[in-house]
Structures are given as structure tokens and as C-alpha cells.
T-cell receptor, first 112, second 113 residues
Framework: SQQGEEDPQALSIQEGENATMNCSYK?????LQWYRQNSGRGLVHLIL?????REKHSGRLRVTLDTSKKSSSLLITASRAADTASYFC????????????FGRGTSLIVHP | GAGVSQSPSNKVTEKGKDVELRCDPI?????LYWYRQSLGQGLEFLIY????????KSGLPSDRFSAERTGGSVSTLTIQRTQQEDSAVYLC???????????FGPGTRLTVT
């Protein structure tokens, strides 16, 4: 089955810097979503990008999608200590199951 | 409105005992998902309920795991004869079906001693 895999596994930056994390997947998708998880608890939806979209913005977040490379990136600009969390991508297949597949996540630490 | 709630938030049980985990989805959401997350790992899909359709149980790791959803709302995940490898955070999510964003509960941290 397809799977989103995030890269890097861990990222450590200073407050104010930008953070970029990537997600790769294997098969055709309907959409790709990014989620944030604090302290190993519930995930919070950040942004959804459809397969016919190439870029999407939400506040300090910028997501790109390259379906030819089967990859997506999440950019957090002007990071804050409160952005410290794990970030997951989830891919929804273009046919069949409605069950999204989550990657293992990128652990982001933003130092104040 | 109220989000997805799960109970208990933490559960410690002895190996071999049965446990029940509860999920209250957002009112009106037709789809409900259960996931398991081991320490430092991604989300492992367990089971998916959509309306009145038969649930997709393809992610359940063994026949010790079962789940039901009563009245299209509350769901209970039952683990029988718990093993130490069952220790994980169990997450529930709901949405209106389709390939849309999911709303997650805070999870139940299960520890099997």
C-alpha cells in the first residue's frame, strides 16, 4: 500500500528560522494533508492540498505538491518555539479506500 | 462545538487482562477511524466505520482486537488478553467521510505491564 514518508526524521532550528520538511509517497493520490502532533497526543489538521494544486498557503505555512515526483513539502516560515511538534503527512488514494496513510513524521524542535 | 473525546486518557493494565477504549466522535460525523501509535512511530490504521456500511477491519493486528460503533456514534475498541506489545497511544478520529481532513481525539495511552 502507498505510504507517505517524511524527511528529515528530526529537525532542530532556532526561533525565527524557516523549517522545511518533505513527504514522499508511492502511488496516485486524491489529496495530501499535513497534520501536527504535540506531545504524542491528538493530531491537528494543518492543510490539505489536492492533486490538481501545486501550492497552498495558510498563515506561516506553505505547502507544495509535485505529483510527477510524488512529493510534497511543508515550509514553516519565521518559526516559533510553539511550533515545536511532530509533523505528519497523510495521503488519500485517488481510488478505492478512503483511509489515509500516515508517514512516521518529522520531529521539529524550535529553540527560543 | 465539542471535539472528539476519548476515555480513559490513560490506562494501565496487567498482561492478559481485557481493556475497552471509548471514542465519542463529533456529532453528525459519519466516519470514525481508530489508529495506534507506538512510541516515536507513525499512525497505524486499525479500523474504519462509515455510516451503516460494514466496517473496514483490515488494520486490526490480531483477533484479540475488535471494535464496534453503536447507533452510528460512540465507538468502543476492545483488546482481549492484552500483551506488552499492545502498549501504545490509541487515537480515534472522525469526519464526514470522503478523503477529507480528520478530527482527532486526544488519545488513550495504554500501558500493559
Amino acid at each position: 500500500s502507498q505510504q507517505g514518508e517524511e524527511d528529515p526524521q528530526a529537525l532542530s532550528i532556532q526561533e525565527g528560522e524557516n523549517a522545511t520538511m518533505n513527504c514522499s509517497y508511492k502511488t496516485s493520490i486524491n489529496n495530501l494533508q499535513w497534520y501536527r502532533q504535540n506531545s504524542g497526543r491528538g493530531l491537528v489538521h494543518l492543510i490539505l492540498i489536492r492533486s490538481n494544486e501545486r501550492e497552498k498557503h495558510s498563515g506561516r505555512l506553505r505547502v507544495t505538491l509535485d505529483t510527477s515526483k510524488k512529493s510534497s513539502s511543508l515550509l514553516i516560515t519565521a518559526s516559533r518555539a510553539a511550533d515545536t511538534a511532530s509533523y505528519f503527512c497523510a495521503t488519500a488514494a485517488s481510488g478505492g479506500s478512503y483511509i489515509p496513510t500516515f508517514g512516521r513524521g518529522t520531529s521539529l524542535i524550535v529553540h527560543p | 462545538g465539542a471535539g472528539v473525546s476519548q476515555s480513559p486518557s490513560n490506562k494501565v493494565t496487567e498482561k492478559g487482562k481485557d481493556v475497552e477504549l471509548r471514542c465519542d466522535p463529533i456529532s453528525g460525523h459519519t466516519a470514525l477511524y481508530w489508529y495506534r501509535q507506538s512510541l516515536g512511530q507513525g499512525l497505524e490504521f486499525l479500523i474504519y466505520f462509515q455510516g451503516n456500511s460494514a466496517p473496514d477491519k483490515s488494520g486490526l493486528p490480531s483477533d484479540r482486537f475488535s471494535a464496534e460503533r453503536t447507533g452510528g456514534s460512540v465507538s468502543t475498541l476492545t483488546i482481549q488478553r492484552t500483551q506488552q506489545e499492545d502498549s501504545a497511544v490509541y487515537l480515534c478520529a472522525s469526519n464526514n467521510g470522503g478523503r477529507y481532513e480528520q478530527y482527532f481525539g486526544p488519545g488513550t495511552r495504554l500501558t500493559v505491564t
